[in-house]
Structure formats: structure tokens, C-alpha cells
């Protein structure tokens, strides 16, 4: 293979963002593009001047020969997806979750493993560049041991644009706001502490809020808004975590990471309410407390996840957010929502 990849975008909702992504990396090529909609392969076709343009995902698989495919399409597509573009020799880089559910996923990672073909995720939220300060102290030793993590991301009603759309609807989904935004808190934490070993879970979800607007607008809503988790771990550490695509509160959006470590404690929270982020750390010495914010994060050491993707690909490097890392991630997703379902706790032996 010379240097240059020739990528493949499934999906350009969300794709353009991969496209913008993998155009950081100076190999990168995008030779094609595959959208149901023809308006909008035009439109993305002609502003990042692309001719290769596909109705059909099959036929873009089966006529180009690509190095690495994005797929950006609903849930429900993943999978078989991803496993056409690894059977046919691409590498590929996946939306979050990976699948539906844990069985999807392990059926993903068997199959990269089969061709030999990568398989990465885009948990995106690794890559903000206070994140990984902090996950470099982490591995330092700065912080210790982490014995308690929690996470919040809650969003206003007013907010809330699901209704309508494939989000809302579990055959498509897969599930709601946990398989949507608290994906990325799970994943987030466990790669901050190094992926222990889950016990046991406990969790409810809800619906009130968006059942009741969805039946007042005659929307179809088949998934929980709003999910409670409490994570148990092998080594006695513990994880919180409460995401909401639709809660009564005052802000817009609200974002935050505690990590609490025997000699540092943790936080990283969005700004403004938005998708930009501020951390600190905070530890005590003789008798004296330490508060060091984090404000300066070269960019060499947050690129984003497709420039990343490129260049463990190029460099024939491991990559982070692998097809095992998924699995984990889907198969404490899977268990929260057995613990909601059946009111008890799930134990993972």
C-alpha cells in the first residue's frame, strides 16, 4: 500500500465531519461518497469535489477499491456495513455504538480479526484536548489509583430534536439517550481508567418526558430519554452515571467528568453549556489544597480520530478504540438496560 488511502464515507449526515476529519491528514483521499439521498451527494460531492457518488452502498463497495471506509449511517447499518468493507479488504472506522447491542459488536470484532482488516470506533470525546491531559496524568501515576468515577450529561427539553427522526425509534437505534450520548460517557471513563473489570450494575431508565410529548405530537418514541447507572468494579472503584436527552433543568447542556484518585481528584466540564471543555485537577500537600487548571493543549497531542485512524494505519501502529474496547463498551450497555428492564441488579461473572 503507498501512503496515500483512498477512503470511502457511508452516510453524510454525519459523514461530513469524517470528511473534514480525515482532510487534516495530508495522505488522505476521499474517493467516494454514499448517501439514500442524491440532493445531498450532490451537494457534498461538489463542495469537497468528489465524483464518485452512490445511491447504493453494495455498489460503492463493489466497484471502488478502498483503503478505508467511515460508516456514519444509523445504527442499524453498522454492522452488516462494516463487515461488507472488511470482507472486501477496507479498513474501517465506525460511528459510535458500534451495533445495536453486545452480540453485534462481538460479531464486528471477530470478523476484523478474520481479514486481518482494523476496526475503530469513533469514540470522539478520547480526542478533546483536555481529555488527554488528563488522561496523561493518568498514566504518569500523578492521580493514583481511581477508586470513584461520575459522569452528567444532561440536555433541556427545549433542546431535545429526536422526535421524528431514527433516533427515537429502536428497531433503528437500537435504544435512546444511552446508546446515543451515554455511549460516550461510558466510554470516556473506562478508557480513563484503564478498562477495569465490571461486577455488577444497577440502572433505571425513564420516558416520561418525551412519552408524553411524543403522544401530544403523534410522534413515534419507543426509547428511554433519561438513564441512571451505578457501576461496580472488580477492583471495589464504582462509576455514576445520569445522561438525559430531555430534563427539567436550567442549562442547555450540561457536561460533566469527576474522577476521584487517591492522589488527585478530576474534573472536565463543557463551557457555555457547549461542546468545548475545561479541566482541572485538585490535591492536597502538607496541609496545603492544589487547584491546576488545564488551559494548553499542544495540538500535536489531540488530532482528530480519523487523522489518528490514518496514521496508526499508515504507520502500521495499534490503534486505540479497537473492535475489544467496543465490545466491553456494548456489553455494559446491554447489562444496563437488562438492570432497567428487570428492576434488579446484573451480575457480570
Keep these: 500500500m503507498n501512503n496515500q488511502l483512498e477512503i470511502g464515507i457511508a452516510g453524510l449526515r454525519m459523514g461530513c465531519d469524517h470528511i473534514d476529519g480525515y482532510l487534516t491528514h495530508p495522505n488522505a483521499k476521499i474517493k467516494a461518497i454514499c448517501d439514500i439521498s442524491p440532493e445531498v451527494l450532490e451537494r457534498v460531492g461538489n463542495k469537497y469535489g468528489v465524483d464518485s457518488r452512490y445511491t447504493s452502498y453494495e455498489e460503492m463497495i463493489a466497484k471502488e477499491n478502498l483503503d478505508v471506509v467511515s460508516i456514519a449511517t444509523p445504527n442499524r447499518f453498522h454492522k452488516d456495513m462494516t463487515m461488507l468493507a472488511?470482507?472486501?479488504?477496507?479498513?474501517?472506522?465506525?460511528?459510535?455504538?458500534?451495533?445495536?447491542?453486545?452480540?453485534?459488536?462481538i460479531?464486528?470484532?471477530?470478523?476484523?480479526?478474520?481479514?486481518?482488516?482494523?476496526?475503530?470506533?469513533n469514540y470522539s470525546y478520547r480526542f478533546i484536548p483536555q481529555s488527554v491531559a488528563l488522561k496523561q496524568r493518568i498514566d504518569a501515576g500523578l492521580v493514583g489509583d481511581i477508586y470513584s468515577a461520575s459522569c452528567h450529561w444532561l440536555r433541556n427539553i427545549s433542546g431535545f430534536s429526536q422526535f421524528g427522526g431514527w433516533f427515537g425509534k429502536k428497531a433503528m437505534s437500537g435504544g435512546g439517550v444511552l446508546i446515543d450520548i451515554g455511549v460516550h460517557c461510558l466510554d470516556k471513563v473506562l478508557w480513563l481508567m484503564d478498562f477495569p473489570e465490571v461486577e455488577s450494575v444497577t440502572a433505571s431508565t425513564h420516558d416520561y418526558i418525551c412519552q408524553k410529548v411524543a403522544k401530544a405530537s403523534g410522534s413515534d418514541f419507543d426509547v428511554e430519554d433519561t438513564v441512571e447507572a451505578f457501576v461496580k468494579f472488580a477492583n471495589n472503584a464504582s462509576l455514576m452515571i445520569q445522561v438525559s436527552w430531555a430534563a427539567n433543568i436550567l442549562e442547555s447542556n450540561l457536561i460533566?467528568?469527576?474522577?476521584?484518585g487517591e492522589k488527585e481528584g478530576l474534573l472536565e466540564q463543557n463551557i457555555n453549556q457547549g461542546y468545548t471543555f475545561n479541566a482541572k485537577t485538585f490535591y492536597e500537600s502538607q496541609g496545603i489544597s492544589y487547584t491546576l487548571n488545564i488551559d494548553d493543549v499542544?495540538?500535536?497531542?489531540?488530532?482528530t480520530s480519523m487523522y489518528y485512524f490514518l496514521d496508526k494505519i499508515i504507520k502500521n501502529e495499534p490503534h486505540m478504540a479497537d473492535g475489544s474496547e467496543a465490545v466491553k463498551i456494548m456489553q455494559l450497555i446491554d447489562a444496563i438496560y437488562e438492570s432497567a428492564e428487570t428492576g434488579k441488579p446484573i451480575s457480570f461473572n
Excluded: Y
Aim: proline share 4%; charged share 30%.
Design 298 to 303: 499542544s495540538q500535536d497531542l489531540c488530532p
Design 107 to 121: 460479531a464486528m470484532h471477530r470478523k476484523s480479526e478474520e481479514t486481518g482488516k482494523r476496526l475503530m470506533v
Design 86 to 105: 472488511l470482507d472486501n479488504g477496507a479498513h474501517v472506522l465506525c460511528e459510535k455504538p458500534i451495533g445495536m447491542n453486545a452480540e453485534e459488536a
Design 256 to 260: 460533566e467528568f469527576r474522577l476521584l
